[in-house]
Protein backbone atom coordinates (compact mmCIF):
# COMPACT_ATOMS: atom_id res chain seq x y z
CA UNK A 1 0.00 0.00 0.00
CA UNK A 2 1.11 3.48 -0.35
CA UNK A 3 3.57 5.13 2.76
CA UNK A 4 3.06 8.97 3.11
CA UNK A 5 6.15 10.84 4.54
CA UNK A 6 5.87 14.86 4.87
CA UNK A 7 8.73 17.15 5.30
CA UNK A 8 10.11 20.84 5.61
CA UNK A 9 7.90 21.53 8.92
CA UNK A 10 9.34 24.22 10.88
CA UNK A 11 9.26 27.57 12.85
CA UNK A 12 8.98 30.68 10.97
CA UNK A 13 8.25 34.15 11.48
CA UNK A 14 5.29 35.99 10.11
CA UNK A 15 5.45 36.76 6.27
CA UNK A 16 7.80 33.86 5.99
CA UNK A 17 7.65 30.90 4.13
CA UNK A 18 8.50 27.40 4.20
CA UNK A 19 7.93 24.25 1.50
CA UNK A 20 6.57 21.59 2.57
CA UNK A 21 7.09 17.96 0.70
CA UNK A 22 5.23 14.49 0.82
CA UNK A 23 6.43 11.52 -0.72
CA UNK A 24 4.62 8.59 -1.20
CA UNK A 25 6.10 5.22 -1.42
CA UNK A 26 5.79 3.12 -4.71
CA UNK A 27 3.54 4.57 -7.56
CA UNK A 28 0.07 5.48 -7.51
CA UNK A 29 -2.69 5.05 -10.07
CA UNK A 30 -3.84 7.02 -12.46
CA UNK A 31 -7.34 8.74 -10.90
CA UNK A 32 -6.46 10.34 -7.47
CA UNK A 33 -6.00 13.58 -5.05
CA UNK A 34 -3.00 14.75 -3.50
CA UNK A 35 -3.31 17.39 -0.79
CA UNK A 36 -2.59 18.87 2.32
CA UNK A 37 -4.85 19.22 5.33
CA UNK A 38 -4.14 20.97 8.84
CA UNK A 39 -5.58 20.93 12.41
CA UNK A 40 -4.89 23.23 15.13
CA UNK A 41 -5.31 22.52 18.16
CA UNK A 42 -9.02 22.82 19.55
CA UNK A 43 -10.14 22.90 15.56
CA UNK A 44 -11.06 20.44 13.20
CA UNK A 45 -8.86 18.96 10.53
CA UNK A 46 -9.40 21.01 6.94
CA UNK A 47 -8.32 20.99 3.62
CA UNK A 48 -5.72 23.30 2.77
CA UNK A 49 -4.88 22.22 -0.47
CA UNK A 50 -5.63 19.62 -3.10
CA UNK A 51 -4.19 18.69 -7.01
CA UNK A 52 -5.94 16.24 -8.95
CA UNK A 53 -3.98 13.80 -11.49
CA UNK A 54 -5.31 15.68 -14.29
CA UNK A 55 -3.96 19.13 -12.45
CA UNK A 56 -6.39 20.47 -11.38
CA UNK A 57 -6.15 22.77 -7.87
CA UNK A 58 -8.51 23.27 -5.18
CA UNK A 59 -7.33 25.89 -1.87
CA UNK A 60 -9.39 26.92 1.18
CA UNK A 61 -10.08 30.19 0.99
CA UNK A 62 -8.15 31.53 3.89
CA UNK A 63 -4.67 30.85 2.00
CA UNK A 64 -5.49 31.35 -1.69
CA UNK A 65 -3.16 33.51 -2.87
CA UNK A 66 -0.20 32.37 -0.81
CA UNK A 67 -0.65 29.10 -0.80
CA UNK A 68 0.39 26.77 -3.96
CA UNK A 69 0.36 23.18 -4.48
CA UNK A 70 2.31 21.34 -7.15
CA UNK A 71 3.16 17.77 -7.85
CA UNK A 72 5.86 15.96 -9.58
CA UNK A 73 4.52 12.26 -11.06
CA UNK A 74 7.65 11.08 -11.83
CA UNK A 75 9.21 11.47 -7.97
CA UNK A 76 5.87 10.97 -6.35
CA UNK A 77 5.76 13.71 -4.83
CA UNK A 78 3.57 16.47 -3.96
CA UNK A 79 4.40 20.01 -2.26
CA UNK A 80 3.33 23.29 -0.89
CA UNK A 81 4.33 26.01 -0.92
CA UNK A 82 3.67 28.81 1.59
CA UNK A 83 4.35 32.64 1.55
CA UNK A 84 3.13 35.04 3.40
CA UNK A 85 2.65 32.83 6.38
CA UNK A 86 0.20 34.04 9.24
CA UNK A 87 0.11 32.93 12.81
CA UNK A 88 -3.22 31.33 12.26
CA UNK A 89 -1.61 29.30 10.00
CA UNK A 90 0.20 27.12 12.65
CA UNK A 91 -1.10 23.64 12.62
CA UNK A 92 0.27 20.08 12.08
CA UNK A 93 -0.33 19.67 8.33
CA UNK A 94 -0.90 16.07 7.09
CA UNK A 95 0.10 14.82 3.62
CA UNK A 96 -3.15 13.11 1.90
CA UNK A 97 -3.51 10.68 -1.03
CA UNK A 98 -6.99 9.57 -2.24
CA UNK A 99 -7.29 6.98 -4.55
CA UNK A 100 -10.45 7.27 -6.74
CA UNK A 101 -10.52 3.60 -8.12
CA UNK A 102 -10.49 2.00 -4.58
CA UNK A 103 -11.91 4.78 -2.83
CA UNK A 104 -9.04 4.58 -0.63
CA UNK A 105 -7.44 7.11 1.73
CA UNK A 106 -3.83 7.58 2.58
CA UNK A 107 -2.38 9.70 5.49
CA UNK A 108 0.93 10.92 6.77
CA UNK A 109 1.97 10.99 9.88
CA UNK A 110 1.60 14.94 9.88
CA UNK A 111 4.56 17.69 10.50
CA UNK A 112 4.53 20.88 12.64
CA UNK A 113 4.21 24.36 11.12
CA UNK A 114 4.72 27.20 13.57
CA UNK A 115 4.30 30.77 12.94
CA UNK A 116 5.73 33.04 15.64
CA UNK A 117 7.89 35.60 16.33
Known amino acids: QVQLVESGGGLVQPGGSLRLSCVASGSIVSGNSMGWYRQAPGKQRELVAE???????SYLDYVKGRFAISRDNAKNTVYLQMNSLKPEDTAVYYCHVRVFRSAQDYWGQGTQVTVSS
Open 51 to 57: IFSGGTT
